[in-house]
């Protein structure tokens, strides 16, 4: 769950700058799960997480308080490095290696679907559809450039996004591949949590747009009772408390005394004591 959040929380509240006068920035984030299942009353909302994702020299630091873990991606070592110092636990995943399971996992949801066209569930149909769309997601799309609202609407997935403009390319591709990859680890650490492709395929409209989220709601009724939205302040720069913390963690990403778990052995000792 905190992989899912973090991954959906990288969204922003956007203060405009050059990347020629200022280093790096800071995203803080919040992500809500928004209870809407009784008609005609005030929608309740629950705070799930609180983030805080860094962009310093091409490399991103993403920590989740709570979970006491951060998670160091580093694109041009194609890699990605988990701490989690309480445990005093790190592992590694390659981002080949990602691209490998997150293929097998698609063959292995074909063949259920297979195997869900002959099935006599009461839900079968239900679960198809929904895996259907998350293999081959297909999105009606409309933006509205005066208000800066995006909207990405099928019969049941559907985002709303409130867009603001951005005036370096470089810094709006960098967080969006960011997104695409965390996206990606998240479902190879979760195997129940949904495909990427949908996700994905908003930072690809979000790219033609040169635009950053400042909230995005991702709403999954009828099908199911699950909506989400998230806000995130996005931050010119990088104070030196927050280069003090990306010492800090880059010295624990090299740190001889934590146990080097592969990326299984670590899913089974930290992410499924979490449930």
């Known amino acids: 769950m905190l992989l ?40 309740v909302e629950t705070r799930l997480v609180n983030s805080v994702t860094l962009f310093h020299k091409g490399n991103v630091y993403d920590y989740v308080q709570s979970a006491d873990e951060v998670i160091i991606f580093e694109p041009t070592a194609r890699r990605f490095t988990i701490l989690n110092t309480a445990r005093g636990l790190r592992t590694n995943a390659d981002l080949d290696e990602i691209r490998h399971l997150m293929e097998s996992r698609r063959l292995e949801s074909k063949r259920y679907l297979q195997e869900l066209s002959q099935s006599t569930r009461r839900d079968a149909g ?28 099928s ?10 403009a951005w005036e370096d390319p470089d810094q709006v591709r960098e967080y969006l591949a960011y997104a695409d990859w ?12 949904r495909f990427p492709e949908p996700r ?52 624990a990403a090299k740190d001889s005394s934590l146990n ?16």
């Open 200 to 251: 994905m395929l908003l930072n690809r409209k979000l790219r033609e747009l040169n635009r950053v989220p400042t909230s995005v709601t991702r709403d999954l009724r009828p099908e199911q009772p699950d909506t989400l939205r998230a806000d995130h302040k996005f931050i010119a720069g990088l104070s030196s408390s927050d280069r003090n913390l990306i010492r800090v963690w880059d010295a």
């Open 126 to 153: 239900k679960v198809a559809r929904s895996l259907q769309f998350e293999l081959a997601p297909s999105f009606h799309t409309e933006f509205n450039a005066t208000a800066g609202s995006l909207k990405m609407s």
């Open 182 to 193: 965390i996206s990606q680890l998240n479902y190879v650490l979760h195997p129940d949590s």
């Open 260 to 275: 080097q778990l592969s990326l299984r052995s670590y899913q089974e000792a930290v992410l499924v004591s979490q449930r």
């Open 4 to 43: 899912v959040c973090r991954f959906f929380a990288c969204l922003l509240v956007v203060n405009q700058f050059s990347a020629a006068t200022a280093q790096g920035f800071r995203v803080e984030g919040q992500v809500y799960r928004i209870d809407q299942t009784s008609t005609g009353s005030r929608a």
């Open 155 to 164: 019969d049941s997935w559907k985002y709303r996004v409130q867009t603001h």
